[in-house]
């Protein structure tokens, strides 16, 4: 069964840091394409980063473009994204996805492109 999860939300303060990861188990090879989505309370999930297993550079959803960086380690079945920067909207849950087709044929913002999800990991930003 396969099954994603998160780890590494927490609390800080405007400016601070966090790195969250995301463990795949029961897989005999990676998904072609992982993503970060978030949704804070109230509003739609939202995506905020996808990167491919091989080939094409991430993406960022303009929020967090230069402030995020989402990374892979094949090796390890574990997905990244270290924030820096943060800021009070970045306030949310995060949420890992995965899907097992190329990336060029996934809509990367669409959440229903994604087959699996984790359970979310919490991230707060105080000002």
């Known amino acids: 069964q396969i099954q994603l999860v998160e780890s590494g939300g927490g609390s800080v303060q405007a400016g601070g840091s966090l790195r969250l990861s995301c463990v795949v188990f029961?897989?005999?090879?990676?998904?072609?394409?992982m993503g970060w989505f978030r949704q804070a309370p109230g509003k739609e999930r939202e995506w905020v980063a996808t990167?491919?297993?091989?080939?094409?550079?991430?993406a960022y959803a303009g929020s967090v473009k230069g402030r995020f960086t989402i990374s892979q380690d094949n090796a390890k079945n574990t997905l990244y994204l270290q924030m820096n920067s943060l800021k009070p909207e970045d306030t949310a849950m995060y949420y890992c996805?995965?899907?097992?087709?190329?990336?060029?044929?996934?809509?990367?913002?669409?959440?229903?492109?994604?087959?699996?999800w984790g359970q979310g990991t919490q991230v707060t930003v105080s000002s």
């Open positions: 029961g897989i005999t090879y990676s998904p072609d394409c």
């Open positions: 990167i491919p297993t091989a080939g094409d550079s991430p």
């Open positions: 996805a995965a899907e097992w087709r190329r990336c060029r044929t996934v809509r990367l913002d669409v959440v229903s492109e994604y087959t699996y």
